[in-house]
């Protein structure tokens, strides 16, 4: 994870620089790359070149970790929110698949899940939403 934390690091900084960067549109410019990122990552696991996969995988996470970053700025996401509930919702799935149920009913049983933590945060108003 030392090298998470780095790379963390230097995405904040790149924040700052983006704050007076005219190519910088807020958070879809990096959103926006993903597709292209996906498409060369696997053109690249055709090939036999760890190298330049893990320079895709690195360019594919760059992005989405710039896009998170950026929200951060004008949303009420936050980074460690969004890895909170990524390891809520794959720890559910992996310990629901190793006890036999289906990813079918997992992923229904979470889907209604968001749904009702999302009309409660609905009810409470705009400043409680995703909290």
Excluded at 6 to 34: C, H, M, T
Excluded at 102 to 129: N, V, Y
């Amino acid at each position: 994870m030392d090298h998470f934390t780095q790379l963390l690091a230097i995405i904040r900084r790149k924040a700052v620089f983006d704050r007076n960067n005219p190519w910088y549109r807020g958070p879809e410019s990096y959103l926006n790359g993903l597709h292209g990122e996906v498409a060369e990552v696997l053109e690249e696991m055709g090939r036999a070149r760890s190298c330049y996969l893990e320079d895709e995988l690195g360019d594919l996470l760059w992005n989405t970790l710039n896009a998170i970053v950026a929200l951060e700025k004008s949303t009420d996401i936050r980074l460690e929110a969004v890895l909170q509930r990524a390891c809520r919702k794959f720890e559910r799935r992996v310990s629901g698949l190793e006890a036999g149920e289906s990813w079918q009913a997992i992923k229904a049983t979470q889907k209604a899940e968001l749904a009702a933590e999302q009309m409660a945060a609905d009810s409470r108003g705009p400043a409680s939403a995703g909290n």
